[in-house]
């Protein structure tokens, strides 16, 4: 079963620090892992899309990372600012489909403290 | 920001009621979504379409309905809301199959039915 699994599901860290986010999913076949920003109340925003070749990717303070070997990924957060509080959700997309499913996770709601 | 625009933002609505949620895009894509999302809890696709007069139901049942009459317009409709469409729902767009191309998101439409 296609699945996409997110952790920690909660996230609270103190401004200025970094975090990292886990993502791993059994979506097969593999063709691109994005990660979203939701904030309270709005839709998803893209920050990074990485395809099967692409081992890290990054976005101002976001990077990203993937290994598609062991179907995981992490998204890295530096020098954390009140406006990171978010939902940070993990897309994985597959190849088997005309439509192109995307598999969404459940997000690790990001809370920064002052 | 993406140019997808949803509206209401917010509806709280009788049981019995018909409603519609619409979704309009300035970017001329053919691809269109409806998401929902319910707190805590991953996106589910109910509704997409992959261009004018292309309507196709998604991996979630949903008891509402959509048209595409024209490119930039994708309205979904429940013709006796229910409490248990309370939910958040979000419209997308793409240039191209969601695999591959940028997803964007419109703002969402909070329905609480009471």
């Known amino acids: 079963k296609n699945q996409v699994e997110q952790s920690p599901q909660s996230l609270i860290i103190l401004e200025g620090k970094n975090c990292t986010l886990q993502c791993n999913y059994t979506v097969s076949p593999f063709s691109n892992l994005r990660w979203y920003k939701q904030d309270t109340g709005r839709g998803p925003v893209s920050l990074t899309i990485?395809?099967?070749?692409?081992n890290t990717k990054s976005n101002g303070r976001y990077t990203a990372t993937l290994d598609a070997d062991t179907k995981q990924s992490s998204l890295h957060i530096t020098a954390s600012q009140l406006s990171d509080s978010a939902s940070y959700i993990c897309?994985?997309?597959?190849?088997?489909?005309?439509?192109?499913?995307?598999?969404f996770g459940r997000g690790t709601q990001l809370t920064v403290w002052p | 920001e993406a140019d997808i625009y949803q509206t209401p933002r917010y509806l709280v609505i009788g049981t019995g009621k018909k409603i519609t949620l619409e979704c309009s895009q300035t970017m001329g894509h053919d691809k269109m979504y409806w998401y929902q999302q319910d707190p805590g809890m991953e996106l589910h696709l109910i509704h997409y379409s992959y261009g004018v007069n292309s309507t196709e139901k998604g991996d979630l049942s949903s008891e509402s309905t959509v048209s595409r009459i024209r490119t930039e317009h994708f309205p979904l409709t429940l013709e006796s809301a229910r409490p248990s469409h309370t939910s958040q729902y979000l419209c997308?767009?793409?240039?191209?199959?969601?695999?591959?191309?940028?997803?964007?998101f419109g703002p969402g439409t909070r329905l609480t039915v009471t």
């Open positions: 897309v994985v997309s597959d190849r088997g489909s005309t439509l192109g499913r995307l598999y």
């Open positions: 990485m395809t099967f070749s692409e």
């Open positions: 997308a767009s793409s240039e191209g199959q969601a695999r591959s191309y940028e997803q964007y």
